[in-house]
């Protein structure tokens, strides 16, 4: 069975930190893009992150660059999002998904998803 699942989410007080964890099953996450989306309510989805399986080159919104920071840990077939200086607007549920073709980041579709995980950053 293929399957993405986060974890880290939780509660934290603006200007804190939380680090998301994608773990994958099935399949080798190595091979793939892998990106983090967050939906908020009333809002569409958006591309938060991604990371290139290729050359490890990493994307990051405009809204979260020089806050989030995306990684991956091969030999644990798991991708992070490092996620510091939070904002209550960041407050939504985060999800992972390999990213397919072979445009990966650069304009490949979302593919495999996680069940995702909620963020809310409140004082």
């Known amino acids: 069975q293929v399957q993405l699942v986060e974890s880290g989410g939780g509660l934290v007080q603006p200007g804190g930190s939380l680090r998301l964890s994608c773990a994958a099953s099935?399949?080798?996450?190595?091979?793939?893009?892998i990106g983090w989306f967050r939906q908020a309510p009333g809002k569409e989805r958006e591309g938060v992150s991604c990371?290139?399986?290729?050359?490890?080159?990493?994307y990051y919104a405009d809204s979260v660059k020089g806050r989030f920071t995306i990684s991956r840990d091969n030999a644990k077939n798991t991708v992070y999002l490092q996620m510091n200086s939070l904002k209550p607007e960041d407050t939504t549920v985060y999800y992972c998904?390999?990213?397919?073709?072979?445009?990966?980041?650069?304009?490949?579709?979302?593919?495999?998803w996680g069940q995702g995980t909620q963020v809310t950053v409140s004082s």
């Open positions: 998904a390999t990213m397919d073709g072979d445009l990966g980041c650069l304009g490949g579709n979302p593919d495999y």
């Open positions: 099935g399949f080798t996450l190595n091979y793939y893009d």
């Open positions: 990371i290139s399986s290729r050359d490890g080159s990493t």
